[in-house]
Structure formats: C-alpha cells, structure tokens
C-alpha cells in the first residue's frame, strides 16, 4: 500500500496552474539563496533527465516519440515559484523547470512529510501560502518573507527520519515527474503556447496534457500521489472565487484567462484515474481511494464560502500562527463537568450549511450564568468564541473567530436549537444542533 496523506480540509487545487502561476515568475514572495538553487540545481537537473530519459521516453509509442521529436531539459536558477512550461524552439521541445519552482515544492512536500507523520495539521502550510498570497513583509513587521521550512518551524534535525522520509519521496518525486510528464504531453500534442490564444484552448490544452501525463503514469504503473500537493499548494498562490466578491465577476475573470479554475477538469482527472485503476502497481483499491481524494477537490472548486474562508485566513494570519498544530487543535470537546440541563447551557453537537452546500460538522460548548451565556465553537477545522444573552427561548449572541465577527440569534428548547448566521457576502446559514452533555 502507497503511504497516503491525510487530506487537507482546505483545499483548492487547480489542476489548471500546472503551467502557471507566470504572474509570479518575475517577483516571487520568498527569494531562495542563489547558492542554494545552483548547488540544487545540478541535483534536480540530474534527476529530472534520469526520468525524462529512462522513465518517460521509453514509455512513448512511436507515434508519440516522432510528434516529441528531440527533448530537451532545462533547469534554470530562477524562475517563480511555480514556473514549469514546455516551449517549441526550431526541432526542438524545450521543457523549462526552474531549480526556484523544484526547491519550492520540494520544501512543501518536506513540510507535509514532517507535519503528517507527527500528527500535525497541514493547514499551516496553506496558512503560510495565503500568508505569501495576501500580505507582505513590511505589514507583517519582517524584513523578508520567510522561507517555508522557516516560517513552519520544521526542524532539520529530524527530516532523515525514514518515516518522514518515505513520505517527502512519495510527494516530491511522483509530483516532479507528473509535471514533467504534464510538459511532455503538451510537446507530444503540439500545443501552441499561451501567446494568442484563447483560454478555452488554454484549459483544453491544460486538459489534454493532464490527462496525457496520467496515461503515462498508467504506463509506469505509478500513481501521481504528488500531483494532488502540487496542485493544492500552487492553487494557494493563484486567483481564486474567493478574491472576487461576485459569481459574475469571477465568472468574467475565468473567461478571460488563460489558467482559470474549473471543476470539470478536476472531474476529468479523477475519472482518469478511476478508468485505468487496475493498471497501477500500488493496487486498484489505492487508485480509487487517491481519485475519491481528487473528487474531493473537484467538490471543494465549487464551493465558493471556502474560498472566501480560505482568503479570510490568509489576510488574517500572521507569522506565529505557523507553529505546528494538532489536526483537532481548535475542536471544540465535551466538558469533563456535566453542565446544567437548562438551555443554552451544555455540549452541542450537530450541522451548519448554506441553501445549497453540503452539512458541515459542528461542536459547541456554551455556559450559562443567569441571562448571560459565553461558550465557543468548532467547525471543518475553524474554531470561535461568542458571548450571548438570553430573552425567553431565544439567545441573541456576537461571534468571533479568526478573520471575522459577527452577531445572530439562536432559540429553541433545552435539547435542541436552531439558528442563522450571515456570510461576509451576505449570504445566509443556518444550523442546527442538539444537545449531547
Ligand atoms: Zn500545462
């Protein structure tokens, strides 16, 4: 059985970024050592033309092989932080993969492989992605921006640890190749680059190389189990629903580009996968489980109150919300005491949703003193506090929780209550729960 990481509540992969992020290329947040990308360059170079040319090249049929015809790697020292691409110059097929990028996602999949087997929750990573996305030194009172292993506070001491270490090859290496096997595809299909053209030919190619880099996996007998970090991470980076305050706005900002989010090819992976699962050395059973991963994703694209959270945190976090936490850091438990049967008084438990989206999972603990109520509550990995007071049934309370604050109300009996919230754009909740302790 591949080891397989436990999947990140927040996530927002976009398979379309595969290519991209070139916004990025010319000043990317964090700045690597030059000497440390040269010396790593080299490295990366080596590894990278060990699969291009005994792992990917034999694996072509001719057909494949002639439309490639001559490849050729390069590993320049900078580059962005996700700058990967494939170029035509004459005869030649040109695949670009920037130490910068290579050493970037390398760190991310080190700080993954470090926080998973030690328990921690990988939402600190996303946490320093929106950091880099939404703030800047100066506003956070540093000089630069820290880099990820830095900011995560992963210490080196303990990174040649074989568990640890299992986890970073199984993440860095599979991820490097599929992005190579990603680049070769759009050689192989002869795409044109992204100068000129429109962005539904964009995403097709995006689409086209996806699926091309899977067939060729299928082939190696691999699965892309770094491909899905990838994604999620350089997804962190980019634009998403969330930095716009309407459907219509984002939905002209997708037309318009050539890398936007969609679902649909998130949908086409996952179907990939599920189609050639019993062509995979770690078994079919694991090609399921990793393609039910990405269908997870895929559901996560769609959802738009996600986005908004996930922008929500990044403009909030700040440099020492980094440290290593627990998966249920912020869950809300049942109290040892059991509190007085009255209501609003106990251990809740029960859901939160919007008309349309899914249920989500909540916890709350509130204490009762006469009219006045304090408690705190947890959802999908979110913890807050609120103050309330009680007239008759109902409480009318004022929430809090990182990145925002708010007022509602809630009523009902002693065992069961109900009540609304109201999103930043505006768009209502409700929730229901039921006493439990
Ligand atoms: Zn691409």
Redesign the pocket.
């Known amino acids: 059985m591949m080891p397989m990481f436990p999947i990140l509540r927040l996530i927002l992969p976009f398979f379309a970024s ?2 991209g992020l070139q916004a990025q290329a010319a000043n990317p947040p964090i700045q690597y050592p030059w000497d440390l990308l040269q010396q790593r360059a080299k490295v990366y170079e080596e590894d990278i033309r060990w699969n291009l040319d005994k792992a990917m090249l034999p694996r072509l049929t001719p057909a494949e092989r002639a439309a490639l015809g001559k490849a050729h790697l390069e590993v320049p020292i900078r580059g962005g932080l996700a700058g990967h691409h494939a170029l035509r110059r004459d005869k030649l097929g040109v695949i670009v993969m920037p130490a910068e990028s290579v050493r970037f996602f390398s760190d991310l999949c080190t700080a993954t492989a470090w926080l998973a087997a030690r328990g921690y929750s990988l939402s600190t990573i996303t946490d320093y992605l929106g950091m880099l996305k939404y703030s800047d030194p100066k506003s956070l009172g540093l000089l630069r921006m820290p880099l990820p292993l830095d900011a995560l506070s992963i210490p080196e001491a303990e990174l040649s640890d074989s568990g640890v270490e299992s986890r970073r090859s199984a993440c860095f290496s599979t991820g490097v190749v599929f992005i190579l096997a ?1 680049e070769i595809g ?1 050689l192989v299909l002869g795409h044109r680059g992204y100068e000129g053209i429109g962005s539904i030919e964009a995403q097709d ?2 689409a086209a ?1 996806d699926a091309f880099a899977l067939e060729l996996f299928s082939r190696m007998g691999d699965l892309p189990l770094g491909a899905l970090y990838y994604f999620t991470y350089a997804s962190h980076l980019e634009t998403h629903r969330g930095d716009y305050g309407s459907n219509a706005a984002w939905r002209a900002h997708v037309r318009d580009t050539t890398h936007p989010i969609s679902p649909a090819r998130v949908e086409a992976l996952k179907a990939g996968l599920k189609r050639r699962a019993s062509r995979f050395a770690a078994g079919r059973a694991a090609a399921l489980t990793l393609a039910d991963e990405v269908g997870v994703i895929a559901d996560a694209l769609t959802d738009t109150e996600l986005h908004q959270l996930i922008r929500l945190q990044g403009e909030t976090v700040r440099p020492y919300m980094l440290a290593p936490r627990r998966t249920d850091f912020w869950q809300v438990r049942p109290p040892a005491k059991r509190l007085p049967s009255i209501p609003f008084s106990g251990y809740y438990e029960g859901w939160l949703g919007y008309d349309a989206g899914e249920r989500i999972p909540t916890q709350l603990v509130m204490h009762r003193d006469g009219n006045r109520v304090s408690g705190r509550y947890s959802y999908a990995g979110i913890g807050g506090s609120f103050t309330g007071l009680v007239k008759g049934q109902t409480m009318s309370y004022r929430w809090r929780q990182p990145g925002g604050s708010g007022k509602s109300q809630m009523s009902g009996s002693a065992d069961s209550l109900r009540g609304s919230f109201e999103a930043r754009d505006g768009s209502r909740g409700i929730f229901e729960i039921r006493r439990r302790l």
Request: net charge negative.
């Open positions: 595969l290519c990603h759009h190619n995006e190389a």
